[in-house]
């Protein structure tokens, strides 16, 4: 109560101040649309283009919200009755993109009512849509945006073995549908303690161990593969009667003969439709290799057993966190699977050096491995609040040996590519989403400061709960 | 901090924690001669904290004390010289706000007053967390005890000398410090329990019964002094009572008392009972809502150890922005940042370095939030938190300019002698081979909130 109180005299105090659009409507940036056909250049700044280096005094142009040129100033004609913006003495880089958020899933840490992480009741979850929770008002989203994260991965929390699906959202839009640019974009997969102990070790419930863990996920990927066998062969029998009017009837005469022992195998209630199984269901384009599965787990031997099993169903890792691997990283690198690395932070064990972890995305990209790099607190399940640090987090693993362009292309490019983006977002180049952000130096710097933020070249508003609160009290 | 993070995490922490006891308690001290006599660190850029930074700046230090610092300075021939050329000086970082080795035992949330909690009977002087502190260029630290209650315990000070034993590891007579929670943290541990308090009514009335009671002790110990004073033969010693006698050191103004206290009004409130009971408070720690009431609370001088960034982990943190520390500044208040967990605490200067981006605070300003203001908030400003000569030389080499991302502490000395070197192989601990503890957790405040 206090707080809806609170919001709401903040409500009319912050419209009262001007007319920027704030607070959920922050997240719409609709209501100042560039004209059709009209050009927007950034015209003197320099460009950093991930996908082809750094251009000093470069010249970008931007039309109906994607990349119409990028180059040399000289190099690239800007229209006559372009916009200009003045970007001399300024960064202009790519929106940046976080692997791993719960964007639109938590509001308040601590308010179980303003949560939807994690779903309880069972460690397989597959059917769990993150989509179905993205709540796109969230006070959290303006407040990443400010620091030019533009595009982000938001998975479930980290409760359950396999925990849902994913979406890939844009920070800016009207609602739900224009920020979600992908539904289920990816599995959401968990294995090691945390998952075990959630039964309650000790408990009499299963499972209680990592054996009871890996039994249960192996049968559930065999269940589904069974599921889908049963739905074909349904399938193929409902079909019948439409496919023998059809011109393919002799081709599907010839199925006949072999879809007989199916039909006789159908239980005597064949006239019953056949019951979908969502959660199984669920579970098909991912054994099928079509997205890919996200594996969050840390510890070396847990990356080896989680493995074993995604290879068995020919899964399409990602592989995330692995904060406590440093022994098998030649290991990981013959895998030849991405990897989402950190959180950075994640404290070494005892007795491990300081730097084991910071140093780890190094050591990764060193052995040839596509790395990308995520906000999250040390622990915890993707980054909410925190995702403002990301591209501290890319500076981080440079300070400790990864070279700089990797860490700028671990929070752009390389994440945009992992999640099937890599064509539209991720860099500076010609026909790209325009998700551009300027800043007044270094962009993995802590001390820089983001001055302007595009969203599909749209300048969004440099507005925030937190800056109304501050210019409120500045008064 | 994070709150259903560290739900998630509880059991995770649990589980090295165990596989962790396992692990033999062998560690010994590496055999390391004693520090030079006389040292001088040449050719940094010295950032002093207190009087700017000095370009090409010596320091020279004699005995583990700062002797001199400037562009020159009047080292003695025989003395041990290092060129630092490109590197980076700062005074030691410290952490006005810890939970880190204490054996997990940050709480005694059995009730909402225990001021007779010593935290330094929990302290763990090989806990890992040391270390990776020690690696970021962490010399001192405020070990506090948390939040649960109203009136915690009384905090331990100690300066980052991984390796020696756990009473070397002690700031010598160093203020003694009282922690106070305030607002969701004692209403939700002993309201969940049915017990009071369950609302901020009820915690502060908490507070003030016991002030009550101490001011009641503290008289029959008056009544009974006076009458030894005159010699009176009848005169009966009261019995003596740990917990009253911590609260009337309170009133006696003998402890700093440290608030965990996020809300504007709440600050307000702590000032009326403090200003009724007589008592002075040094810092409201978190204080994420300082900026909307700085202006009122600079004449008390009462100081603040904040978190730069940290926000919407609960309610009271809400109105948490990451402007809090310079517009707190601005309005003339004493303004430190601090960790509050075992990772944060490994990059304080970072966070330091983000006040340049929130709020424009100068390199000379962000670096004295987690140096002298820090001290200060100890109470050991006078001893620490500068280069300034007689002050302990707690020193930190930087490959860069500390406040920036990419900064790595290269070395650390404290008291002149070098307790970290990355370069070493290794842990880079000359002081320390042997093995380190882990109390498992993130050291956070809030994390064991609940005694679970």
Redesign the interface.
């Known amino acids: 109560m206090?707080?809806f109180m609170?919001i709401t005299s903040l409500l009319v105090s912050a419209f009262a101040l001007s007319s920027s659009p704030a607070f959920s409507a922050a997240n719409d940036s609709s209501q100042s649309p560039a004209k059709k056909g009209a050009t927007l250049a950034i015209t003197g700044g320099k460009l950093l283009t991930v996908s082809h280096g750094t251009i000093e005094n470069g010249v970008l142009l931007i039309v109906d919200g994607k990349i119409t040129a990028v180059g040399a100033a000289g190099s690239v004609a800007v229209p006559k009755d372009a916009t200009i913006v003045d970007a001399h003495g300024l960064t202009v880089y790519p929106g940046l993109i976080d692997p791993d958020t719960t964007l639109g899933l938590?509001?308040?840490?601590?308010?179980a009512m303003s949560?939807d992480?994690s779903e309880p009741s069972d460690e397989i979850m597959p059917h769990m849509h993150v989509a179905d929770a993205f709540h796109a008002e969230t006070?959290?989203i303006p407040?990443a945006r400010l620091n030019g994260v533009t595009n982000a991965v938001v998975a479930p929390?980290?409760?359950d073995s396999v925990a849902g699906q994913d979406i890939f959202i844009q920070l800016a839009g009207r609602n739900r549908d224009a920020m979600i640019l992908g539904r289920d974009v990816a599995l959401a997969l968990n294995y090691?303690?945390?998952q075990r102990?959630?039964g309650g070790r000790g408990s009499a419930q299963f499972p209680s161990t990592r054996m009871g863990l890996i039994t249960q996920l192996r049968q559930s990927l065999l269940d589904a593969q069974h599921y889908e066998a049963d739905r074909n062969a349904a399938e193929k029998k409902s079909d019948k009667p439409a496919a023998d009017k059809s011109a393919a009837a002799a081709d599907k005469a010839a199925d006949k003969a072999a879809d007989k022992a199916a039909d006789k195998a159908a239980d005597k209630a064949s006239d019953k439709p056949f019951q979908r199984d969502l959660k199984l269901e669920a579970l098909l384009p991912y054994l099928h290799g079509e997205r890919p599965v996200v594996v969050g787990v840390y510890e070396a031997y847990d990356v080896e057993s989680i493995m074993k099993v995604a290879q068995e169903f020919h899964l399409k890792v990602i592989l995330n966190h692995v904060t406590r691997s440093q022994e098998i990283l030649d290991e990981i690198a013959a895998w030849k699977v991405p990897v989402i690395v950190g959180p950075i932070?994640e404290?070494?064990?005892?007795?491990e050096?300081?730097?084991a972890v910071y140093t780890l995305p190094a050591e990764l990209q060193k052995r040839g491995v596509k790395i990308a790099i995520s906000s999250g607190?040390?622990?915890?399940?993707g980054g909410?609040?925190t995702v403002?640090?990301l591209p501290?987090a890319a500076?981080?693993a440079?300070?400790?040996g990864l070279p700089y362009d990797e860490g700028l292309r671990a929070i752009t490019l390389n994440v945009a590519e992992m999640f099937g983006f890599g064509d539209k977002l991720g860099s500076l180049d010609v026909g790209k989403t325009a998700n551009i952000v300027l800043a007044n130096g270094d962009p993995?710097?802590?001390?820089?400061?983001v001055k302007q933020v595009y969203i599909d070249g749209i300048a969004q508003p440099m507005v925030s709960r937190?800056?109304i609160?501050?210019d409120e009290?500045?008064k | 901090m994070n709150l259903h993070l560290s739900s998630l995490r509880s059991t995770s922490g649990l589980l090295y924690l165990s596989a962790l006891a396992a692990i033999p308690l062998c560690a010994q001290q590496a055999s390391t001669s004693a520090p030079p006599t006389d040292l001088v660190l040449k050719n940094a850029t010295v950032m002093t904290a207190s009087h700017g930074t000095i370009e090409h700046g010596v320091v020279w230090v004699h005995a583990g004390k700062i002797a001199e610092v400037g562009a020159t300075v009047n080292a003695p021939a025989n003395a041990v010289v290092i060129d630092e050329t490109g590197k980076w000086l700062t005074p030691g970082i410290i952490d006005p706000h810890s939970h880190s080795a204490l054996s997990n035992d940050v709480n005694e949330a059995t009730s909402p007053v225990t001021p007779s909690m010593m935290m330094i009977d929990a302290f763990d002087n090989r806990d890992k967390a040391l270390y990776q502190a020690l690696a970021g260029g962490v010399t001192t630290e405020l070990l506090l005890h948390g939040s649960a209650n109203m009136i915690g315990g009384q905090a331990v000070v100690i300066k980052n000398k991984f390796g020696l034993s756990r009473d070397a590891m002690l700031f010598p007579n160093a203020p003694r410090s009282i922690k106070f929670a305030s607002g969701e943290n004692p209403k939700r541990v002993y309201g969940s329990r049915n017990q009071l308090p369950s609302t901020r009514m009820g915690n502060f009335e908490v507070m003030r019964q016991s002030f009550e009671d101490a001011k009641v002790y503290m008289a029959g110990w008056d009544a009974y002094n006076a009458k030894v004073a005159k010699k009176d033969a009848t005169a009966v010693a009261p019995k003596k009572d740990l917990k009253l006698e911590a609260l009337a050191d309170v009133l006696r103004g003998k402890l700093y008392v440290q608030i965990h206290c996020y809300r504007a009004d709440e600050f307000l409130t702590e000032e009326a009972i403090a200003q009724e009971y007589g008592y002075k408070i040094r810092a409201f720690h978190h204080a994420l809502e300082m900026y909307k009431v700085a202006g009122q609370i600079a004449p008390t001088g009462t100081g603040i150890a904040t978190f730069t960034d940290w926000w919407g982990f609960k309610d009271e943190a809400w109105d948490a922005i990451p402007w809090n520390a310079v517009m707190s500044m601005r309005a003339g208040v004493k303004v430190a940042l601090k960790s509050d967990s075992n990772d944060h605490i490994r990059r304080l200067n970072q966070e330091a370095g983000k006040m340049v981006h929130y709020g424009g605070a100068t390199e000379d300003e962000a670096i004295r939030m987690v140096t002298l203001n820090a001290a200060w908030i100890i109470g050991v400003d006078d001893r620490v938190g500068s280069i300034d000569p007689g002050k302990d030389a707690d020193l930190v080499i930087w490959n860069i300019d500390p406040l920036s991302t990419y900064a790595r502490a290269e070395k650390v000395y404290i008291d002149g002698d070098l307790f970290f070197d990355s370069s070493a192989p290794g842990f880079g601990t000359p002081h320390f081979n042997g093995a380190m503890h882990s109390a498992g957790g993130d050291g956070s405040d809030d994390e064991d909130e609940d005694g679970e």
């Open positions: 206090t707080n609170k938590t509001e308040v840490g601590a308010d949560n992480l006070e959290l407040v929390g980290t409760d090691g303690a945390d102990r959630r932070y404290l070494p064990r005892a007795n050096r300081y730097d607190e040390a622990g915890g399940p909410a609040h403002r640090n501290y500076g981080f440079v300070g400790y993995l710097d802590v001390r820089t400061d937190q800056t609160l501050r009290y500045s």
